[in-house]
């Protein structure tokens, strides 16, 4: 199980052009497309000391092959990748990649940003950010939800770079690149690091499902349709149609 610790802002948040590693050999990445998203692995064989020694060589020189190596991407990683527009995502060290959403998609997070930040506001409940915005789980889970919010007593998890632990609500706006990542991988970290609530919207079918906390973790809770309201604990009193948000 990853480390759950925050990470440090000293890891930054630049997203600056692939390291020169990956282009001379040091970093071998692998990457496979599977269902309109990419997985990327990149595998880094033997670390290299400052002077030149492999920490994967015993004292004489030798390489020992029982050594085990981590594979998985870092946080670190992820602070290197280019900032070029599309999404990058690490879930458990596996590198996800989407391309920027479609105008349903951008519509009903707009929205939804729009009526929640309106209501959080109003009642001085706590506040709602848009992607893209990281979420640090662990140094081997960062990913940036649609919408995030973060009630006032929980406001110490969000810095200037990131979001470091669970926002109390993450939504995801299913498009066709992420939809089997956002109610598979994403459903399960969410479940892990403490995520109170989760709602998976559909633009498509103006549709949406509602997992909330349980002993057991994230359970469902709710199916909704055009013609249902959005409703939650997190946000007492608010209703907000589910049709408005495709409008």
Same mark, same amino acid.
């Given at each position: 199980?990853?480390?759950?610790?925050?990470?440090s802002e000293a890891a930054g948040d630049v997203r600056r052009p692939f390291p020169k590693g990956l282009a001379n050999?040091?970093?071998?990445?692998?990457?496979?497309?599977?269902?309109?998203?990419?997985?990327?692995?990149?595998?880094?064989?033997?670390?290299?000391?400052?002077?030149?020694?492999?920490?994967g060589r015993l004292p004489d020189g030798c390489y020992n092959p029982l050594m085990p190596i981590d594979t998985r991407?870092?946080?670190?990683?992820?602070?290197?990748?280019?900032?070029?527009?599309?999404? +990058?995502? $690490? =879930? @458990?060290? %596996?590198?996800?990649?989407?391309?920027?959403? *479609? !105008?349903?998609?951008?519509?009903?997070?707009?929205?939804?940003?729009?009526?929640?930040?309106?209501?959080?506001?109003?009642?001085?409940?706590?506040?709602?950010?848009?992607?893209?915005?990281?979420?640090?789980?662990?140094?081997?889970?960062?990913?940036?939800?649609?919408?995030?919010?973060?009630?006032?007593?929980?406001?110490?998890?969000?810095?200037?770079?990131?979001?470091?632990?669970?926002?109390?609500?993450?939504?995801?706006?299913?498009?066709?690149?992420?939809?089997?990542?956002?109610?598979?991988?994403?459903?399960?970290?969410?479940?892990?690091?403490?995520?109170?609530? +989760?709602? $998976? =919207? @559909?633009? %498509?079918?103006?549709?949406?499902?509602?997992? *909330? !906390?349980?002993?057991?973790?994230?359970?469902?809770?709710?199916?909704?349709?055009?013609?249902?309201?959005?409703?939650?604990?997190?946000?007492?009193?608010?209703?907000?149609?589910?049709?408005?948000?495709?409008?």
């Amino acid at each position: 199980m990853p480390d759950p610790s925050p990470i440090s802002e000293a890891a930054g948040d630049v997203r600056r052009p692939f390291p020169k590693g990956l282009a001379n050999g040091n970093l071998s990445a692998q990457v496979t497309r599977a269902q309109g998203h990419v997985e990327g692995k990149i595998s880094i064989p033997i670390r290299q000391e400052p002077g030149g020694e492999d920490r994967g060589r015993l004292p004489d020189g030798c390489y020992n092959p029982l050594m085990p190596i981590d594979t998985r991407l870092t946080y670190e990683d992820y602070c290197l990748l280019p900032n070029d527009g599309k999404r +990058y995502e $690490i =879930i @458990d060290g %596996e590198l996800y990649v989407t391309p920027s959403p *479609r !105008r349903a998609h951008q519509k009903v997070v707009g929205n939804l940003f729009y009526y929640l930040t309106d209501f959080a506001k109003e009642n001085q409940l706590g506040e709602v950010y848009i992607a893209p915005f990281d979420v640090v789980f662990s140094r081997y889970d960062v990913v940036e939800p649609d919408v995030l919010y973060v009630s006032s007593a929980r406001r110490s998890v969000i810095t200037e770079k990131n979001v470091q632990g669970a926002p109390d609500l993450a939504v995801e706006v299913l498009s066709e690149s992420t939809a089997d990542i956002d109610r598979t991988a994403k459903l399960k970290l969410y479940a892990r690091f403490g995520v109170q609530e +989760y709602w $998976i =919207i @559909d633009p %498509e079918e103006c549709s949406a499902k509602i997992y *909330r !906390r349980s002993q057991e973790g994230l359970e469902h809770a709710a199916t909704l349709h055009a013609n249902d309201s959005l409703t939650s604990p997190l946000f007492p009193s608010f209703s907000l149609p589910l049709q408005k948000l495709t409008e």
